[in-house]
């Protein structure tokens, strides 16, 4: 044990991130140009983190995939299907979103602040959250969003910023466990606040 306790047990979940790394990273050292492939298996594994950590405390949260929102336009003429990568749910009830990336860029980050906001129009105040791997966000771009949008940022590895040349399947960077159980009470909060 830890000299740290931790609230969480979330050693499912980091077991889970390492025994499907481990394979990738295999694959990547014996095989040319599987990159494609194996980065869509490693955007999936983010989502199935923090999905493991939200049941982690509490399993009896609904953790739904693809739950699109139906947005109407301003004018009530139009409607648009906004979601982002999880929506946690409480006994029926929307508790909070999660975007998440294996990596953050401003770009990403742009449309997960976008369809937060589209989705508050629904659902005002509903908490947000952004979940990554890594970060490669500029300083100054990350607080204008910050500014912009209310939403809390978890970046779980332990080389917080990314490196195009040494990616994670390939440097089978661990997580940070503390980030990791930060994560975990944001979702206790968010059940708190509910």
Avoid at 13 to 24: I, K, R, W
Avoid at 75 to 81: D, E, F, I, P, V
Avoid at 115 to 133: H, M, T
Avoid at 157 to 172: E, Q, Y
């Amino acid at each position: 044990m830890t000299a740290t306790a931790t609230r969480y047990d979330l050693t499912s979940v980091t077991n889970h991130y390492e025994q499907t790394l481990a394979p990738l990273h295999e694959q990547y050292t014996n095989t040319v140009n599987q990159g494609g492939q194996m980065r869509g298996t490693v955007g999936k594994l983010y989502e199935d983190i923090a999905q493991g950590i939200v049941y982690a405390v509490d399993p009896q949260l609904v953790v739904k995939h693809n739950d699109y929102i139906l947005i109407e336009s301003r004018s009530g003429a139009y409607h648009k299907k906004v979601q982002v990568d999880l929506h946690v749910y409480k006994e029926g009830e929307l508790l909070c979103v999660i975007e998440c990336k294996t990596y953050l860029d401003s770009s990403m980050l742009d449309r997960a602040c976008s369809e937060f906001e589209k989705i508050r129009r629904v659902y005002p105040g509903v908490p947000c959250a952004v979940f990554s791997g890594q970060f490669d966000v500029a300083e100054e771009t990350y607080d204008w969003f910050k500014d912009e949008c209310e939403f809390s940022t978890f970046v779980v590895n332990t080389t917080t910023k990314r490196d195009s040349t040494n990616p994670i399947f390939k440097s089978c960077d661990p997580l940070n466990q503390q980030v990791m159980q930060e994560f975990a009470e944001w979702i206790q909060l968010c059940i708190d606040n509910h």
